[in-house]
Nanobody, 127 residues
Framework: VQLQASGGGVVQAGGSLRLSCVASGFISRINNMAWYRRTPGNQRDMVATLVCGDSTSGDSTNYADSVKGRFTMSRDSAKNTAYLLMDNLKPEDAAIYLC?????????????????WGQGTLVTVSS
């Protein structure tokens, strides 16, 4: 399983960006996906998480307090892709954004869950 994050760039404060994270490979089910960010101090903080729903329940999301009301995480299940729409960006949002996915897979007849990580995409916010 591979995760490919994209969509980072340079934006002025108050602007918007949309990040994408595509999961590919042998996937039976994606249980949840998440966005984290790594700051210059090398601390990795959770930004948003999405628990994938099924035919009877929708996806559920959770956000860090610092981004609530400004960031929106969503998913296209047909494309195994998660998105992070970031509005009203602030200089303190600048970071390398990483995506992760907890994926269910079969190994022979054995089913297991495993969390995979993608490479980062850089977001720069100028004031």
């Amino acid at each position: 399983v591979q995760l490919q994050a994209s969509g980072g760039g340079v934006v002025q404060a108050g602007g918007s960006l949309r990040l994408s994270c595509v999961a590919s490979g042998f996937i039976s089910r994606i249980n949840n996906m998440a966005w984290y960010r790594r700051t210059p101090g090398n601390q990795r903080d959770m930004v948003a998480t999405l628990v994938c729903g099924d035919s009877t329940s929708g996806d559920s999301t959770n956000y860090a307090d610092s981004v609530k009301g400004r960031f929106t995480m969503s998913r296209d299940s047909a494309k195994n892709t998660a998105y992070l729409l970031m509005d009203n960006l602030k200089p303190e949002d600048a970071a390398i954004y990483l995506c992760s996915a907890n994926v269910g897979r079969f190994s022979g007849s054995f089913y297991y869950n495993y969390t995979y990580w993608g490479q980062g995409t850089l977001v720069t916010v100028s004031s």
